[in-house]
């Protein structure tokens, strides 16, 4: 968290705030810095936690379990910030009704779930437009699955290293891109910070 969370952090605060007057490479090379950046802080401030509470006696849970080598989006969320995803699916998922009432259903519960998280975080578009990004890539993902499940997809991905580290990238370049959304002030700073890449 001290480390390398603040270390990555000058060089994403000098590029996204720079961000006009940079090249191309530079941009993509800020917003990996600023996934690193991101899961650094939070998962170092929840292993310190967790640390802190051993010397209590104290069992605090995981609240990140390796994110960024998760294989699909929702094998993203089910590693990262465990403990505010599992809030959100308790207090806002299930009662909105869960998984009980049809697929379309489902996706839309799970659209407004992300879109009340994005706002959550804060209140802006580029923090809605994050919400909404992964609330449509995990509602996409619920339809698909029954057919990646009947043609053994998600089973050859996992069972394959090629396969498993090709949707590693995958799903790593997609939620690296929504974090643009997350990180840049607006969300016309964002899709300006986008058309440059």
Request: hydrophobic share 50%.
């Amino acid at each position: 968290k001290t480390t390398i969370a603040n270390g990555l952090g000058l060089s994403v605060d000098h590029y996204f705030a720079n961000f006009a007057d940079s090249s191309s490479s530079r941009l993509l090379l800020a917003s990996i810095f600023y996934s690193l950046q991101l899961y650094c802080d939070f998962a170092g401030y929840s292993y310190i936690a967790i640390g802190m509470g051993k010397l209590f006696g104290i069992e605090v849970p995981v609240n990140f379990d390796r994110p960024y080598l998760a294989t699909n989006i929702q094998d993203f969320w089910r590693r990262w910030h465990i403990g505010l995803s599992r809030w959100f699916r308790e207090h806002v998922y299930f009662p909105l009704g869960g998984s009980r009432k049809g697929l379309i259903r489902t996706a839309v519960n799970i659209i407004v779930v992300f879109a009340v998280s994005g706002l959550w975080h804060g209140f802006g578009k580029n923090y809605l437009a994050w919400g909404l990004a992964h609330g449509l890539a995990l509602a996409i993902f619920t339809f698909l699955k029954p057919v990646l499940n009947k043609t053994t997809l998600l089973e050859k991905t996992e069972n394959n290293v090629f396969l498993r580290w090709i949707a590693r990238i995958l799903n790593f370049s997609f939620v690296n891109f929504a974090w643009i959304l997350f990180r840049c002030g607006s969300l016309s700073t964002a899709l300006h910070f986008i058309s440059m890449l």
